[in-house]
């Protein structure tokens, strides 16, 4: 299974990587960060194709992406 | 070694500061500094200089704080307008440990003023025109000799407290012709580990001003103070003239110091104690060069409306005892006008 | 697991200062990427701005300087004239650059300096909130111009990828922007051409990258980005104004 990696507390929720996913298995996730933030989940993590693209458009180089080969 | 040459005051600080290892120039022409860019120019090739015409003095100032940062030996040279363009960034050096000198040769202000000699920039260099707490050595020769020697002085007080020194001359100074016997050449020889040279083979090394909350704030400026502390503890700076028997002492630097030379000349053969105090060190100001001088009457000469009187007046017991005469607009009276003034202080 | 995307090499694990949806981080991140793939963490100095991005300097394991505001092109002259094998690169905004910084800017493409210059335009000054910038829109409401930037009073907005090309000593000039995944890497590439000009010789190298300001329009980041689009780009084309191949090495 590929895996997207979400630095929980670096996230401010800007919502580029919910808008810019072309799976659309982003969402703001329901837990907050210590900055008042609520960082995004992926799901079902399943469906993800391992693009990139989410950790592109992040502007906090919080998005890792692991290709399962 | 042992030979003289008759050079004007700009051209000896200049060729004296290539000599001291300053190989990069960053300037802006303005009288009476312009000798110095010229020169600088000229050698260019021949001694493997470095030289920019920047295009104003902003961003000559920051140009040697770019050079300093890097842990090279670099200089400017300005007059009064072009110093005060230069004051944020005095500020910034000072804040950021950056070692470069400035060549600041006064003319008569206030704005665009005169282009003769005057001492009107003395609380702008020693008192700082930049905003902040902070300080730099201030260092004020009164011969063409020793202007060159002054300034390979700054390059090494610079390095030593990694802070910006001025060398502070005036239109008499930098523009008159006097025997020189130039000093040799100097190597640079100091940490130099606090540089931008990129990263290879050691921690990044990170310059900024900008604070961080007050707390951190408060203790980068704790630190600066400290910095400041030493350099006011260890590098005064003065040279006295036959003070221990003298009733009247002239206090006065610079240009000005050679017409009190010439004053005293004039009292001692009237039969007057006229001793000299001549500040070389303007900041750390010389303390100590008036110990034991409490009880005496002092006169003050500058060419301006009265500025380092004041520190005068601060440092020594009786103010009451302290007193002015100096001259505006670019006149630079003659001994016999300051012999005048001593006469009529009435002291016997 | 094959690696598709990781966090930059030099990269601090300093969270930034930028508002959520900030193009200077993007734009902070595409440079760390440069920076590890191109290895310049250890022969490099960054020269950083007054504005948002002023404490960049802790963000990378890199040797930095903070300049005084406007002042970056004559540090970073000072320095890149000092170390010319070393990498310079120049970062501002648009109060920086265009506004406090106008002669230092123009001065360091008169000269022909060989470094690289990132211009951030997000039409506004963010740091200070939120006020007009010489390249605000013309009617855009900031808070020192409440009623819109108009003509009368402020002038026009100021395109400095255009006025760059026209300069004999700049070798590249290009605008790209960061709103959408292929713009991001345009930009990337861009930024490389520039970083990699500075060792030909051939003088200032510079990109502007229209950057969503969300806080500073009042949007949120998803409609930031729309405004780019929508607002930015008819008055800020995107475009190379000029190429490197019609320039000789000096």
């Known amino acids: ?69 | 070694m042992g030979e003289k040459v008759f050079l004007q005051g700009n051209v000896a600080l200049a060729e004296s500061a290539i000599r001291a290892g300053c190989k990069y120039f960053f300037g802006y022409p303005i009288t009476p500094s312009s000798e110095v860019p010229e020169y600088y120019a000229r050698k260019a090739q021949e001694e493997g200089l470095v030289f920019v015409q920047g295009e104003t003095e902003v961003a000559c100032f920051n140009m040697i704080a770019g050079t300093a940062a890097t842990g090279k030996r670099v200089m400017t040279a300005t007059a009064g307008p072009g110093f005060s363009l230069g004051q944020e960034a005095m500020s910034y050096m000072a804040a950021a440990g950056l070692p470069a000198v400035v060549v600041e040769v006064m003319r008569p202000g206030p704005a665009d003023g005169e282009i003769l000699a005057s001492q009107g920039d003395y609380f702008q260099a020693v008192k700082g025109g930049g905003h902040g707490d902070y300080n730099t050595l201030v260092l004020a020769p009164c011969s063409v000799q020793e202007m060159c020697e002054l300034i390979q002085d700054c390059f090494e007080l610079a390095e030593k407290y990694r802070n910006p020194v001025i060398l502070l001359s005036d239109a008499l100074l930098a523009k008159m012709r006097e025997n020189v016997e130039l000093p040799g050449r100097k190597e640079q020889n100091c940490d130099l580990s606090w540089a931008l040279t990129g990263c290879a083979g050691r921690k990044h090394n990170v310059m900024t001003t900008c604070g961080d909350g007050a707390a951190q704030w408060e203790k980068f400026n704790l630190d600066l103070q400290e910095k400041f502390a030493k350099i006011k503890a260890n590098e005064e700076r003065w040279e006295n003239y036959q003070t221990e028997d003298a009733d009247i002492i002239l206090v006065a630097y610079g240009s000005m110091a050679r017409v009190a030379m010439g004053a005293m000349k004039l009292a001692r053969e009237a039969g007057l104690k006229v001793g000299l105090v001549r500040p070389i060190s303007l900041w750390p100001f010389p303390v100590k060069a008036f110990e034991g001088l409490g009880d005496k009457t002092f006169l003050v000469t500058e060419l301006s409306a009265g500025q380092m009187v004041e520190d005068v007046k601060l440092t020594v017991p009786h103010k009451e005892n302290v007193y002015f005469y100096g001259r505006l607009g670019g006149f630079v009276p003659s001994p016999k006008e300051i012999f005048e003034q001593i006469k009529k202080l009435g002291v016997k | 697991m094959k690696t598709i995307y990781k966090r930059p090499e030099v990269f601090t694990d300093v969270n930034t200062s930028y508002c959520g949806g900030c193009g200077h981080g993007i734009v902070n991140k595409l440079i760390a990427e440069l920076i590890d793939e191109m290895e310049l963490r250890e022969k490099g100095i960054l020269v950083w701005p007054i504005g948002c991005s002023v404490y960049a300097d802790k963000y990378y394991k890199m040797d930095a300087i903070c300049a005084l505001h406007g002042r970056a092109p004559a540090l970073a002259t000072g320095i890149k004239r000092s170390l010319p094998d070393k990498f310079v690169m120049v970062y501002q905004g648009d109060g920086d650059m265009v506004s406090e910084g106008m002669a230092e800017i123009m001065h360091a493409a008169v000269r022909a300096e060989n470094f690289s210059v990132i211009f951030i335009n997000n039409a506004i000054y963010g740091m200070t909130g939120g006020q007009m910038a010489p390249t605000t829109l013309l009617g855009q409401v900031t808070s020192t111009s409440p009623y819109g930037r108009a003509v009368a009073s402020s002038g026009y907005p100021v395109n400095m990828a255009e006025i760059m090309a026209n300069m004999p000593g700049v070798c590249y000039s290009e605008r790209v922007t960061v709103n959408t995944p292929q713009r991001i890497t345009a930009t990337k590439k861009a930024l490389k051409k520039a970083f990699e000009l500075q060792f030909e010789n051939k003088g200032l190298s510079f990109v502007e990258v229209l950057s969503p300001c969300p806080t500073g329009w009042g949007k949120k980041p998803i409609d930031a980005m729309k405004m780019v689009d929508e607002q930015l780009i008819p008055i800020y084309p995107l475009g190379a104004f000029k190429s490197p191949e019609e320039v000789p090495a000096k």
């Open chain 1, 1 to 69: 299974m590929n895996q997207v990696v979400i630095n929980f507390d670096l996230c401010k929720e800007c919502g580029y990587c919910v808008n810019f996913c072309p799976k659309k298995i982003i969402a703001i996730g329901s837990k907050i960060n210590k900055r008042g933030y609520y960082p995004p989940v992926i799901e079902p993590m399943e469906a993800c194709i391992a693009c990139g693209t989410c950790a592109k458009v992040c502007p906090e180089a919080a998005i890792e992406v692991y290709k399962d080969i």
